[in-house]
């Protein structure tokens, strides 16, 4: 179900709560995957949710970690303003861990939602704040709306909130944006707003290119070469080591494929052609750069990469997993080879 009745929502929670089965028709899967998991962790929806919020120190230090991050979406963030603003709300960046890095919008709404811990420094996760958008887009890697009694903690029913993943071109998941708004206000109408600004910090990623690599740029429509939406690929003799969403679902392949998937297999003819035909037998518009070295960089600083939080985000999952490979690569919904890869660059 597209859009969330409350009337059927609170039918749900009777249902759900009340222990009386799962209410698979009167709830969109994804809510109802999320609260199943919340159950599962033991947390009890009629309790006021944890905040245990970090100090100043630690906020400024959370901050310092992850100005790479914070750097490349700030574009999104500041378009972003004015739109969160007419919604009477704000718009929220999290890193993978779901702690808030900035929130910026609606004065008035801003009050209200750090009411509810929905600050910098604040943890969003769905072990510790049931569903919500951040933690369950996070949780589902795919794009979640969350409204108002849709959230597992009945103090968050104020809210309506919209996320998006954030996804390497490794297919890790290093972040999620977000727009928060009073509850009644469906998310729904932030929600392409939201598609539309994780696209283009992802398209941003590979402005940098990939030193000793060839990236490939193509659509079916010559109009979007150059555009967020465009498919990108990275090739490294000939192997897909890097990808956006775009270029993976156009031709067919997940994640997985990375470190797998030959240009051979999806590709009929040289990639320098300006015209590609694929396996599939569809033609593609096609752009191929033939490595990173002379792009311009994003700003970064030494040691506070996009690689750097990608490791981090490993070894804890890693570590909460207690070291099994296989468990760790699920959560980050990555495969093993890239585990165990960055794993060994790293020694």
């Not at 420094?121 to 887009?137: K, L, M, P, Y």
């Not at 003819?269 to 960089?297: M, N, V």
Request: with cysteine; proline share 4%.
């Amino acid at each position: 179900m597209a859009y969330s009745d409350p009337t059927q929502v609170a039918r749900a929670r009777e249902v759900f709560f009340g222990h009386r089965g799962l209410p698979v028709d009167q709830l969109n899967h994804a809510i109802l995957r999320s609260w199943i998991r919340c159950a599962d962790m033991g947390l009890d929806a009629r309790t006021a949710p944890h905040r245990d919020l970090p100090s100043a120190s630690e906020i400024r230090q959370l901050h310092e970690r992850y100005e790479a991050l914070w750097r490349i979406c700030r574009p999104e963030l500041d378009a972003l303003y004015n739109e969160a603003r007419e919604l009477s709300g704000i718009v929220v960046l999290t890193n993978a861990s779901g702690e808030v890095l900035d929130a910026v919008g609606d004065p008035s709404f801003a009050g209200k939602a750090a009411e509810v811990a929905l600050r910098p420094g604040a943890q969003w996760s769905e072990d510790g704040t049931g569903t919500n958008a951040i933690g369950t887009a996070l949780a589902e890697r795919r794009a979640v709306t969350v409204n108002g009694a849709e959230h597992y903690f009945q103090a968050h029913g104020v809210l309506s909130c919209a996320a998006t993943p954030i996804i390497d071109p490794r297919g890790a998941t290093i972040g999620a944006l977000d727009i928060s708004t009073p509850a009644h206000i469906h998310a729904g109408a932030a929600m392409g707003l939201i598609r539309m600004a994780v696209e283009q910090i992802e398209h941003r990623l590979f402005r940098g290119g990939f030193e000793g690599c060839q990236t490939l740029r193509f659509q079916t429509d010559p109009n979007l070469l150059g555009a967020a939406r465009e498919g990108i690929l990275a090739f490294r003799d000939g192997v897909v080591v890097a990808a956006n969403r775009r270029g993976l679902a156009l031709v067919g392949q997940s994640w997985e494929a990375l470190d797998h998937l030959h240009a051979d297999d999806i590709f009929d003819g040289d990639l320098t052609s300006k015209r590609l035909r694929g396996r599939d037998g569809r033609d593609y518009f096609a752009q191929l750069d033939d490595d990173g070295r002379h792009a311009p960089q994003p700003l970064q600083r030494d040691g506070d990469t996009l690689e750097a939080i990608e490791l981090a985000n490993i070894r804890k999952a890693l570590a909460l997993h207690g070291g099994n490979v296989s468990a760790a690569a699920r959560q980050l919904g990555i495969h093993r080879s890239t585990i165990y890869r960055r794993l060994g660059e790293d020694v």
